[in-house]
């Protein structure tokens, strides 16, 4: 019934940028906060940036300044503007939806959201 799908994934060099998209059909980002997760081999998944119904903003210390999300509530799209890659950003990147208007005080656990897309590969080369 709900599908959430990524997209954007690739390969990019050290410093480079890459914007990644997330649609849902099924569900209206109305309503919803949205969140960008990601996971490396062998490590936990864990929260990048969060965006609430209203807009407000939450992002992990090691992305601040660097990545921006933003959303579309009439396109049910979200976005993630990634700038000035490095290589530890190299992971799978997973768009989520949760329900209620606001992000979660612990936004970054992905215990917290509800519905998830099954990910695009990030790989940054130094």
């Given at each position: 019934q709900v599908q959430v799908m990524?997209?954007?994934?690739?390969?990019?060099?050290a410093g480079g940028s890459l914007r990644l998209s997330c649609t849902a059909s099924g569900l209206t980002f109305d309503g919803?906060?949205?969140?960008w997760f990601r996971q490396a081999p062998g490590q936990e998944r864990e929260g990048v940036s969060c965006i609430s119904h209203y807009?407000?903003?939450a992002y992990a210390d090691?992305?601040?300044?660097?990545f921006t999300i933003s959303k579309d509530n009439a396109q049910n799209t979200l976005y993630l503007q990634m700038n000035?890659?490095?290589p530890e950003?190299?992971?799978?990147?997973?768009c989520a939806a949760g329900r209620g208007l606001y992000c979660s005080r612990s936004w970054w656990r992905a215990d917290g959201m509800?519905?998830?897309?099954?990910?695009?590969l990030v790989t940054i080369s130094s």
């Open positions: 990524e997209s954007g994934g690739g390969l990019v060099q919803h906060h949205m969140g807009g407000d903003t090691s992305v601040k300044g660097r000035s890659l490095k950003d190299t992971a799978m990147y997973y509800d519905y998830w897309g099954k990910g695009t």
